[in-house]
């Protein structure tokens, strides 16, 4: 069994995109800068937000952190998302999700500027997803795939089943890893919360991806022996140990399935530094692609 190493993939995968940004410098060309959008004080939000816009400043990006109260409407919203898109300087941007009750998401990721929508959530760049045009893919399932090509873990005519079917992380990777390309190429299967006998389509998994947001729900017995298992989930449970008073684990119980997997990601340190990464790779795509 083989733990992927998402947090050096992350750093080596960043040090190539550092190496780029100096080598544009070097040509008089700009550095990519990317804006990061947040509404209110969730702590979690605030935590991915600040630690993306420190991973712009170690890769050379410029960085903009834009952070509106709470009570922002979800027209004053869409005016600071116009304003985004139509600032020259600003390559890509992300609206931290989720946004409170009163906005509504879908139409604010709609406002973004498909060239500037480097979460990839927006329906231009979901359709060229689908129809295998180069785009800006979504940050998470982008991430996944740049792990599996790392460690050459094969997908071709390999059994994928993606358990939890959001727009952000289990629908997009159920479509890349069915592309055909590579890391794709493979017969998908999509599990969700309305999926009966998830168990036996676990067991015929050759990778098995989950993005379900339970934590420990994939167990030993849902494993088929030699699978590559990717964990998306985050959850922090109570550790009275740890200095923090929590730690983190995901949506598979890793200590009993690792023993059965030929490789897995762990949590933390698996799938999560890749999904800044991606950003980050995004961006520099979205500023070249902008400058053709
Ligand atoms: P979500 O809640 O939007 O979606 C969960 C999906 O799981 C749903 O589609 C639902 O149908 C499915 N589901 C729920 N219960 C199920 C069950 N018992 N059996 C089968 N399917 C079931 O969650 P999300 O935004 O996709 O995130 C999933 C997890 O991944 C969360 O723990 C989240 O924190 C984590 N996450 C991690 C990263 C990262 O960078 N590592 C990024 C995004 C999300």
Do not use: W
Not at 156 to 174: A, D, F, Y
Not at 260 to 265: E, M
């Amino acid at each position: 069994m083989k733990i992927i190493d998402g947090k050096a993939v992350a750093e080596s995968i960043k040090s190539e995109i550092a190496q780029k940004v100096a080598q544009r410098i070097k040509q008089g060309k700009k550095k990519p800068h990317l804006a990061a959008v947040l509404v209110g004080n969730d702590g979690a939000s605030e935590t991915y937000v600040k630690s993306k816009v420190k991973n712009c400043e170690k890769v050379g990006f410029d960085s903009t952190l834009l952070h509106f109260e709470e009570s922002i409407s979800e027209e004053e919203l869409l005016k600071e998302i116009k304003k985004l898109n139509n600032n020259s300087a600003i390559n890509g941007f992300i609206v931290q999700l989720p946004l409170p009750k009163h906005i509504d998401e879908q139409k604010i990721i709609q406002a973004i500027l498909p060239e500037k929508d480097v979460d990839g959530f927006h329906p231009v760049n979901v359709g060229k997803m689908v129809l295998e045009i180069p785009s800006l893919l979504p940050a998470t399932p982008y991430g996944i795939t740049l792990l599996l090509k790392h460690y050459n873990i094969p997908t071709e005519g390999k059994n994928c089943v993606v358990i939890g079917r959001s727009h952000i992380v289990g629908t997009p990777m159920s479509i890349l890893m069915s592309r055909n390309t590579y890391p794709g190429n493979a017969t998908v299967t999509l599990a969700h919360s309305r999926t009966k006998n998830l168990k036996e389509i676990c067991r015929q998994a050759d990778i098995l991806i989950a993005a379900v947001g339970k934590a420990k729900l994939i167990t030993e017995d849902m494993i088929k022996d030699g699978a590559v298992v990717i964990d998306v989930g985050i959850h922090r449970i109570k550790d009275d140990s740890k200095k923090s008073g929590y730690r983190l684990v995901g949506d598979v119980d890793f200590e009993n399935v690792a023993q059965k997997c030929s490789y897995i990601t762990p949590v933390p340190g698996g799938v999560g530094p890749m999904t800044i990464t991606a950003l980050l790779q995004n961006t520099l795509t979205a500023c070249e692609m902008q400058e053709k």
